[in-house]
């Protein structure tokens, strides 16, 4: 069985910066791609970044040149750096990967971490 543990939110200032984490643990044999989602009340959930094993990222246009995704391999543990953040940042914010195990491939989700911007 596959985990994946999200810490790190929280409430900032806008402008501040918060840093979020999500270890991935379980039955692993490989992970392809890690990265984060969010949601906002009434909106859908939406990319925020990605990033795969050859540490290519993707970035969505939103939070280009205040977000920065980065990967620690040995670790199972993908962050999300957020500068410079802005009410329009709060959502829930969800951890993501695409993982194998012996048996198969396989999406799996974080439960979900709040990051609320106050203006």
């Known amino acids: 069985q596959v985990q994946l543990v999200e810490s790190g939110g929280g409430l900032m200032q806008a402008g501040g910066s918060l840093r979020l984490s999500c270890a991935a643990s379980g039955s692993i044999f490989s992970i392809n791609a890690m990265g984060w989602y969010r949601q906002a009340p009434g909106k859908q959930r939406e990319l925020v970044a990605t990033?795969?094993?050859?540490?290519?990222?993707e970035y969505a246009d939103s939070v280009k040149g205040r977000f920065t995704i980065s990967r620690d391999n040995a670790k199972n543990t993908v962050y999300l750096q957020m500068n410079s953040l802005k009410p329009e940042d709060t959502a829930v914010y969800y951890c993501?990967?695409?993982?194998?195990?012996?048996?198969?491939?396989?999406?799996?989700w974080g439960q979900g971490i709040q990051v609320t911007v106050s203006s």
């Open positions: 993501h990967a695409l993982i194998a195990t012996m048996a198969f491939v396989n999406d799996y």
């Open positions: 990033t795969t094993t050859r540490s290519s990222t």
